[in-house]
């Protein structure tokens, strides 16, 4: 009889854990964070973000040594880690003494917000551990599992590339004089590109450091500077006239620690026997285990861990219904989100008879336990051994190429793959189209199966009660055999397949052909043979051109789908499917020497070579300023590299701390007839149900007072929170929130901006601007044109979602809220008004947020709000921290906008006169709707003259979530209308779109359509596109372009050059100020405090630049701790780029009246510590303590008269982008993006070339992959979390990134702080540069395939629209016709 163990044994970070009492609901990542190890996040619990990402190593027996890899904690059940060591990012380094990865990505400014930073280091750390010496490339992609929304992910490649590099790997050395210098080395320098190849390496002075000790000095100046001493040497990378970002970059890489992989810490030894089953028997045994929970509220009740094929068959034979589970990367988001219940299940990831492979003589036959990141491995040593019977392997390598991210390859099997029978498995079609067979075994015995008879239905396979997957035979491929497999999804890494497919065929000596086979996924319910398409090859002679017509027309006979077909995309799934026809047949007829393709036509159909990124910075050295100015990395970028930096959910919890959980609404539009809580009320650890009868003051919010806390009659759209349930736990609060039964009558809901337009759903404001008489200027124009431009939604997808924690503080009804907030002031305001107390009796909190971006500068106060309730009601602590899916639909995201509009315009494309209508999806409510207008209409006119111009603009009401503040904050959407508008004016007259934009670009003295001339001292639009067509070759890139696209069919190239000038300043004039309060201690130490909150932007390190500069003290000197509405009260939002201007003035202004008023301290104590001077002035009773403030002059605007200053200046920029396109998927690669930017005077450099690349990847996203979509049979929104929102990834970003700063010709003219600019959104409608060259691409394909009417194309340009836009004869084919467009499609953007 089996003697089970009924605990587990492991260790985290080199501690042994033994835990007897598992909770079998818990996953590793919960585990890790309730003991204090809150390092690693919780980004989506979906295994999507690598946010969690923790390295698991396990002792391989017969590899006689331990193996590491990554894997998603928020996944992995906690009972799945007996025997095994998992290292999080607290067990690398700390702040004090970080590991080299940390302090690489910490110095090289790969860490903003910070949230994510944990997830990249765990991925490169494990990357190091398992290979030393990796290649650029293996680096790039070992992050194919991790997202990061702030960086742009350039200066996270470029920290964790160095690990690449001999010359940067050594680090640095550090002499007995305690100065750092990079390692010696013939050819690298510096260890930078740039440098002039020195032996010695040069001596870092802190660039922080002022009065008396030297700033960065020329290497010329120096003995042993990397110019070797020869002073005034030209060409050394640290002259006046060089690129100071290469310099920056050298002093961060001398500062570098050595990286020795010999060091590392080694797997527990105990650990080793035990997994080997060596231990004493006084010590721990390694059993097979039998876990049964104690917990009431437990989901699993029994866990069961076998360790044999034996022991695991008498317990499937005993328990039938038990859940198999390996990877749990499918299990698990069924528990999570579908909250699917498996009451007993059975963890199989030990029994090592399932992960064996053994060769056989016509084939492999492979353990289905075996993960697929190992497949991988087996399968490219295959293809290796057996180069003339490898097609099958190759092919299934194909699949695993884009399967996932790594950290799901590490844990997930191929039994999961093909036992969940998805009808969108990438591997599945291989597996099917090459003929394997399966091996079912039960305690009974075994069968084979052909897997063309194992699918049986949608999720329904031929498994027998008590059977499982034992094994899967592949076939070696036979002589004259092409094998291939493709797939297209959202995203081309870590994405889901919209259709995946694999093909074979095999052709006789006289090639015809023997057998075919097509398989496809995403075609129909299951993984499907195109019998059809395979009985039309079978006797043809392959390689025949008519061939493959017939074979187009067979799958799209077979295939073709039904508008309303589940999952959508109707169309294009089907010319996808036939897309791949043509590719296969392409390939292989080259391959097997078949009629007459040409090698380049074939290569047209290969998937994209995968290249290096790389990028290149430029700006100039800041020659007067000791620290304002240089590229200090962000101040807390090793406390978020170590995982020392907290957030909202890393608080410890206060006292008996309490948990809420939202009852969601169920529908888009309904009234609320009853809620009852009577099942949720009686369930463990419920404390209350709270409604909006329990809200004791006002249950109205928002600016426009049009919005309620909780819905008192009506919901408004689909999550709405209806009820607050409020438990002891997060996951009993989230149960029971399940047994609130809400009672509603149904009402019509409308859903897109089009359909609002139509039915007059708009709220009563209009926005116009009206100058000139457009009417005339219109009939006078030689062209006029008419149409209609659209721009989709789009999640912030901040990875920290929002959370609060409000903490009642016992009397007075006094709180403490710790929100993850962009608004403190709002949260304040908000919360005392729901309480019905003073405000002054709140005092809301934000330490850092895990990124903003708009989207927590309002919606964020309903989160706090709600969450102080709950502490009222109980009078303890309560923690509100929203999953990403409940985020996603309550939260809301970027306006969709829709415009119609008339252009006139003279033959050479002069403009002339412009009406336009602008329409936004405003969503339920007000929220800031109104100011997203304003900002876009007045952004409608980007950088160019109109003319006469009607511009009106209305907020759509509908039933969504209330949209909300996003980065450019309508600006982008304003400027896209226009930029696209212009895309079909140059069309239509047939003249080439960057004529158009540059004969039309503003002159200084110019007016703007909002009545604001453009000064001549701050107009650089032009000077900057002047030079970027210069310095970008642009005509002979153009030309190349045309000659690449002229010979070439399937693949085509598209240029675009777009400029951009947006507007700093709030609408609203009255939070135009910002506040500061600074404190000078006794010990020489300040803490400044100010009214803008840190989301990654750098805003404290700029402060801090600002009152080290002031205050002439080092930088190390200054502290900011948080932002609070006790130090700073009646704060602006952190929003609309304006926070360093006004905070930055603020904390100038308090700082200089301190410098003043120490001032004759210093004149008297030349010599004497800043330290010394405070204590002197303190014991004079000097006041050490000083309140800046700072109020924007001169703005103001009347919307009424069209009169006033708008904006105070604008940041301006130009970036040219250059794509391929795949026509055939509509997949592309963004080649080369060159960017210029107008910052003013940067606070600093470093941070503001962060920002520019953030700003320009969420703008990529907007305009490609990041589709919104919303189900119009429920209203319900489909796209909630990463698994179905696809935000750019690593290997999205440009292969070649070129990012400078210009430098103002008249430094000082700005009145800004500084002379600086606003930088954090204006880069963003950059992006759009990459949807204009798709379009651009898009139009040579249409060129070719006879297609002359103007291209109407509306963002996000996902590779569905780009695939349909190109409109070939596939296209046409698989179009459906109007008529038959019947019934409800499945989603529909909003």
């Known amino acids: ?494 994405d889901i397949a919209i259709v995946t497919c694999a093909m074979r065929v095999r052709v006789d000596d006289a090639g015809r052909v023997e057998e075919a086979a097509y398989a496809f996924g995403g075609m129909a319910p299951t993984t499907v043979l195109a019998k059809s398409v395979g009985a039309a090859s079978v006797g043809t002679a392959w390689g025949d051109a008519a061939l493959l017509g017939q074979l187009v027309a067979a799958c799209h006979a077979e295939l073709q789908l039904a508008y309303t077909v589940p999952g959508g995309m109707a169309e294009y799934r089907t010319a996808l499917a036939c897309s791949f026809v043509r590719k296969f047949w392409t390939l292989s007829s080259a391959a097997l020497g078949s009629g007459d393709i040409e090698p380049h036509v074939a290569s047209e159909m290969e998937e994209d070579a995968r290249t290096v990124s790389h990028g290149q910075q430029a700006y100039e050295r800041v020659s007067d300023r000791a620290i304002v100015g240089h590229g200090v990395a962000h101040v807390s970028a090793l406390q978020q590299t170590t995982g020392e930096a907290r957030y909202i959910d890393d608080m410890p919890a206060v006292g008996a701390e309490l948990h809420m959980a939202l009852v969601p609404s169920a529908h888009p539009h309904a009234h609320v007839l009853k809620v009852d809580s009577t099942e949720a009320l009686g369930m463990a650890g419920v404390k209350c149900v709270l409604t909006h009868e329990d809200v004791p003051g006002s249950n109205i919010w928002n600016i426009f007072r049009d919005e309620e806390l909780l819905p008192s009659r009506t919901v408004h759209h689909v999550g709405q929170p209806v009820a607050l349930v409020v438990a002891a736990t997060q996951r009993q609060a989230q149960a029971a929130a399940q047994r609130v039964h809400v009672t509603y009558e149904v009402l019509p809901a409308v859903l897109t901006v089009r359909d609002a337009v139509a039915q007059g759903a708009l709220f009563a404001e209009e926005r116009k601007l009206v100058r000139g008489d457009v009417d005339a200027a219109l009939a006078a124009s030689d062209v006029t044109l008419s149409g209609t431009s659209y721009c989709g939604a789009q999640e912030h997808f901040y990875l920290e979602t929002m959370g609060a924690v409000a903490v009642p503080r016992g009397e007075n009804g006094e709180m403490d809220l710790y929100a993850s907030t962009q608004n403190p002031t709002e949260a304040q305001m908000v919360c005392a008004e729901a309480l019905g107390v003073p405000a002054a009796r709140i005092v809301c909190h934000v330490k850092r947020m895990g990124g903003g971006f708009g989207g927590k500068e309002s919606r964020s106060v309903l989160v706090s709000t709600l969450a102080a309730l709950g502490a009222q009601h109980t009078g303890r602590s309560v923690r509100l921290v929203l999953d990403r899916d409940v985020d996603m639909q309550i939260s809301g995201q970027r306006h969709p906008f829709y415009a119609t509009w008339t252009v006139g315009a003279t033959r050479t494309g002069e403009l002339r006169a412009l009406r336009m209508r602008l329409y936004s999806n405003g969503g339920f409510s007000h929220d800031l709707s109104l100011g997203v207008l304003e900002r876009a209409v007045s952004h409608v006119d980007n950088c160019y003259r109109l003319g006469a111009t009607d511009i009106v603009g209305r907020v759509c009401r509908t039933n969504t979530q209330s949209n909300t503040a996003f980065r450019s904050f309508g600006g982008c959407q304003g400027m896209l209308m226009t930029e696209s508008m212009l895309c079909e004016l140059a069309d239509h007259i047939n003249v080439p779109i960057e004529h158009i934009r540059r004969i039309n670009m503003y002159s200084a003295g110019d007016v703007t359509p909002f009545s604001q001339p453009l000064v001549a001292a701050d107009w650089n639009v032009p000077r900057m596109w002047d030079q970027l067509e210069r310095e970008a070759s642009v005509v002979a890139r153009r030309a190349e372009i045309e000659e690449f696209n002229r010979t070439t069919q399937f693949r085509k190239r598209g240029l675009a050059m777009v400029p951009t000038k947006f507007g700093i300043s709030f609408g609203v004039k009255h939070l135009n100020q910002g506040m500061s309060l600074v404190h000078v201690y006794m010990d020489g130490s300040v803490l400044v405090a100010h009214g803008g909150t840190e989301m990654g932007q750098g805003l404290h390190t700029k402060m801090a630049q600002i009152a080290a500069e002031t205050l002439e003290v080092p930088l190390s000197t200054i502290f900011i701790s948080e932002t609070a509405t006790n130090t700073a009260a009646n704060t602006s939002p952190t929003a609309a780029s304006a926070s360093s201007d006004l905070n930055g003035y603020a904390v100038y202004n308090a700082c200089k009246v301190l410098a003043d008023r120490l001032r004759p301290y210093r004149e008297r104590m030349h010599d004497a510590s800043f330290a010394a001077i405070a204590k002197a002035a303190y014991l004079d009773r000097v006041q050490l303590s000083e309140a800046g403030h700072y109020a924007t002059p001169d703005i103001g605007f009347s919307w009424a008269e069209n009169s006033g200053l708008l904006y105070f200046y604008f940041t301006q920029g130009v970036a040219l982008a250059e794509v391929e396109l795949d026509v055939l998927t509509g997949s592309h690669t963004t080649r080369r993006v060159d960017i210029i930017m107008d910052v003013g005077r940067s606070l600093n450099k470093a941070i503001d070339i962060g920002q520019i690349e953030g700003a320009f990847a969420q703008g990529q996203g907007w305009c490609t992959t990041e589709e919104f979509l919303y189900s119009p049979a429920t209203g319900r929104l489909l796209t909630q979390g990463p698994g179905n929102y696809k935000i750019p990834s690593a290997l999205d970003i440009p292969r070649d990134l070129r990012v400078s700063l210009m430098e103002p010709e008249q430094p000082n003219a700005l009145k800004t702080i500084f002379s600086s600019k606003g930088i954090g959104e204006p880069p963003l409608f950059l992006g759009a540069s990459v949807f204009f060259a798709l379009r651009d691409a898009v139009m040579a394909a249409r060129k070719d395939n006879g297609v002359e009417r103007p291209l109407h194309m509306e963002c996000p340009a996902t590779a569905e629209v780009l695939r349909m836009a190109c409109e070939d004869d596939i296209v046409e084919l698989t179009r459906i016709p109007h008529g038959q467009r019947q019934g409800v499609p499945f989603a529909v953007r909003i």
């Not at 003494?97 to 860490?111: C, D």
């Open 1 to 494: 009889m089996t003697v089970f163990g009924t605990g587990i044994l492991f260790y985290v970070n080199g501690t042994q854990v033994t835990i007897d009492d598992v909770d079998l609901d818990m996953t590793l990542l919960q585990y890790l964070r309730s003991t204090g190890l809150t390092g690693t996040k919780l980004g989506c619990g979906e295994g999507g973000c690598g946010a969690c990402t923790v390295m698991v190593s396990t002792y391989n027996v017969d590899l006689g040594r331990p193996t590491h890899a990554t894997a998603n904690a928020c996944l992995y059940p906690l009972y799945a880690m007996d025997g095994k060591h998992v290292v999080t990012v607290e067990g690398l380094g700390s702040a004090k003494h970080p590991h080299p990865v940390q302090q690489r990505i910490a110095l090289l400014h790969g860490s903003q917000c910070g949230f994510c930073t944990p997830g990249f280091v765990m991925s490169l750390y494990t990357l190091l551990r398992n290979n030393p010496n990796p290649s650029e490339l293996d680096i790039e992609e070992c992050f194919d599992g991790n997202l990061c929304r702030c960086t742009g992910y350039r200066p996270i490649l470029d920290a964790a590339k160095t690990f690449a590099n001999d010359a940067w790997k050594a680090g640095a050395n550090v002499g007995k004089d305690g100065i750092a210098r990079a390692p010696e080395t013939e050819s690298k320098g510096c260890g930078i590109e740039g440098c002039c190849q020195t032996k010695k390496a040069f001596s870092l002075p802190d660039p922080a450091r002022v009065n008396g000790v030297s700033e960065t000095s020329d290497c010329a100046k120096t003995s042993e500077g990397c110019c070797k001493g020869a002073k005034g040497s030209e060409g050394c990378c640290k002259t006046k006239d060089a690129n100071w970002a290469v310099v920056e970059k050298s002093e961060a890489v001398a500062k570098f620690r050595a990286y020795d992989a010999t060091q590392e810490p080694i797997f527990p030894p105990f650990l080793a026997r035990y997994v080997r089953g060596e231990t004493e028997p006084t010590e721990a045994q390694r059993r097979e285990l039998h876990l049964r929970t104690t917990q009431d509220d437990a989901q699993c009740t029994q866990v069961f861990r076998p360790l044999t094929l034996d022991s695991l068959l008498a317990i499937v034979k005993e328990h039938p219904a038990a859940k198999l589970v390996a990877g749990n990367s499918e299990v698990g988001v069924e528990i999570k989100f579908k909250r699917t219940q498996f009451a007993t299940q059975v963890y199989v990831g030990d029994v090592p008879e399932l992960r064996t492979v053994e060769r056989c003589a016509d084939g492999v036959e492979f353990g289905v336990n075996i993960t697929l990141a190992r497949f991988g491995h087996e399968l490219q040593t295959l293809s290796r051994e057996l180069p003339e019977q490898s097609q099958c392997y190759a092919a299934l390598l194909e699949a695993l190429r884009f399967f996932a991210g790594n950290q799901i390859r590490n844990v997930a099997t191929v039994a999961g793959n093909i036992a969940t029978a998805s009808p969108i498995s990438d591997l599945n079609p291989v597996f099917l189209a090459t003929g394997s067979v399966l091996t079912l075994v039960s305690a009974s015995g075994s069968r084979r199966v052909p897997i063309s008879e194992f699918f049986l239905g949608y999720r329904r396979t031929a498994l027998a009660q008590g059977e499982i997957l034992h094994k899967v035979f592949v076939p070696h491929s036979r002589p004259r055999e092409i094998v291939r497999a493709f797939k297209q999804a959202k995203r081309k890494d870590d």
